[in-house]
């Protein structure tokens, strides 16, 4: 009877261990499976960190764009252009090859302002970066290209008061040229097409009321 006792009592240890085990995998498995994943997180975020300084590029360009571009030299534009007299605001972005700065003047800001502060832009973005280095074609290779993007109002553009400058250089232009996009080069046809809009949008809307006026 004890002997029985004793092999039933080791079996139930058995089972409890194997149980205990079972569950203590269970656990770490479970644990794992949570820490990989933010493992992985924190670990793009600790990179993503250290290449903040890292070279802008795009894939289209490999083996081009040398040198780079980097976010530490945008980031000392951008702040450069921010404290040029009349801007407003300032940002940049990089878009594939093309390095984009806007700045706000003010909201009465004329033609000639917008495109005295765009060159100003210009000789502020180059004295960061050499314009023969960054912004020009050499050694048969893809180089950036440069926008500068000044206006003077956010909202309301189709107001006769809003400007908008653009400056350009191109890695295959010797020099940056300005257009001031918000003024048409044709002003008798942009009126026309305005005309012929304004018709069309008309008509579009009486036909849409006398239908809607039909059905009811």
């Known amino acids: 009877m004890s002997s029985t006792a004793s092999k039933t009592g080791t079996k139930t240890v058995h089972k409890k ?3 205990v085990d079972h569950l203590n995998r269970t656990f770490w498995i479970c644990l794992i499976l ?3 994943p933010i493992a992985v997180f924190g670990w793009l975020l600790f990179t ?3 290449e903040s300084d890292s070279p802008v590029l795009g894939d289209r360009y490999k083996d081009d764009l040398n040198p780079a571009i980097t976010k530490a030299q945008i980031t000392e534009i951008t702040d450069s252009v921010s ?5 407003e605001d300032a940002s940049a972005e990089m878009a594939t090859a093309t390095l984009r700065i806007y700045a706000k003047i003010a909201d009465d800001g004329t033609s000639d302002q917008a495109m005295s502060v765009a060159q100003e ?5 180059t004295a960061v970066l050499d314009p023969t280095v960054y912004f020009s074609q050499h050694d048969d290779m893809k180089m950036y290209d440069l926008e500068v993007h000044v206006y003077n109002l956010d909202s309301n553009r189709d107001s006769d008061a809003f400007v908008y400058v653009i400056g350009t250089k191109t890695s295959s232009m010797e020099e ?3 257009q001031l996009v918000s003024e048409p080069v044709n002003a008798e046809l942009a009126e026309q097409l305005r005309s012929q809009g304004s018709v069309s949008e008309s008509t579009a809307t009486t036909e849409a009321s006398a239908s ?3 059905e009811g």
């Open 17 to 19: 261990k194997k149980k």
């Open 34 to 36: 949570v820490l990989v």
């Open 48 to 50: 993503s960190w250290l």
């Open 83 to 87: 404290n040029l007299d009349g801007v």
């Open 121 to 125: 832009v210009y000789t502020a973005v």
């Open 176 to 178: 940056p040229s300005y």
């Open 212 to 214: 809607a006026t039909a």
